[in-house]
């Protein structure tokens, strides 16, 4: 019987020991966020765009979100969102938890490697009587941590948040692009990339 509590009782004993710790730490600091925005690329018609009202809605007052369109000669065109987040853990999420909400299927995720830099790739379908889009984001912190998993940006956050007692100023950037090709997307995705810093 002693045995089985055991267990039980050394994950209450640490638990307790955890949030004695947490309530008795001074005030977290706050970085600063990551001095980058959407690029002005060449060769593009760029066009600026608001935030939507959901998102305003939503997201935590110190959101920072920068929109623009960039359409190619030829008809093919990309829609670069860069959020940066603030002191909540709410300014930035996983995409896939809201792409559903918009009635778009998700496929053939993966990540690709373009410039050094990982992307997380999805196929979006809107149905028949709307084309197939190509979908990518990333994530960076103030220091240059960067990954496209959504789950090492969380561990990462959690271990500063925790151990080092302090609130990372996390980037995502998403493209929403008419191409949905490997080869088309990446090469947007280094231009723009190469542009933010």
């Not at 065109?77 to 996983?94: M, Q």
């Not at 050094?116 to 709307?130: F, K, M, S």
């Not at 995502?172 to 933010?196: K, Y």
Request: charged share 25%; net charge neutral; hydrophobic share 40%.
């Amino acid at each position: 019987m002693i045995k089985r509590l055991a267990v039980p009782v050394a994950m209450v004993a640490l638990l307790a020991a955890a949030m004695y710790v947490q309530s008795s730490s001074p005030e977290p600091t706050v970085c600063d966020s990551p001095a980058v925005s959407l690029p002005d690329l060449p060769g593009y018609e760029i066009e600026r765009m608001s935030a939507s009202e959901a998102e305003l809605r939503i997201l935590p007052g110190d959101t920072s979100i920068d929109r623009r369109a960039y359409k190619a000669p030829g008809g093919r065109w990309n829609v670069a969102t860069l959020v940066i987040g603030g002191k909540h853990k709410g300014s930035i999420h996983r995409p896939e938890l809201c792409l559903p909400a918009n009635g778009l299927l998700m496929t053939e995720p993966h990540t690709l490697d373009v410039g050094g830099t990982a992307w997380r790739v999805i196929t979006l379908e809107g149905g028949i009587e709307r084309p197939s889009l190509g979908f990518a984001y990333t994530f960076f912190n103030q220091d240059g941590f960067r990954t496209a998993s959504h789950t090492c940006r969380i561990f990462r956050d959690v271990w500063d948040r925790s151990v080092h007692n302090r609130i990372d100023r996390w980037a995502m950037v998403t493209v929403i692009s008419s191409r949905t090709d490997d080869r088309g997307i990446a090469a947007f995705l280094d231009e723009l990339w190469r542009g933010l810093k």
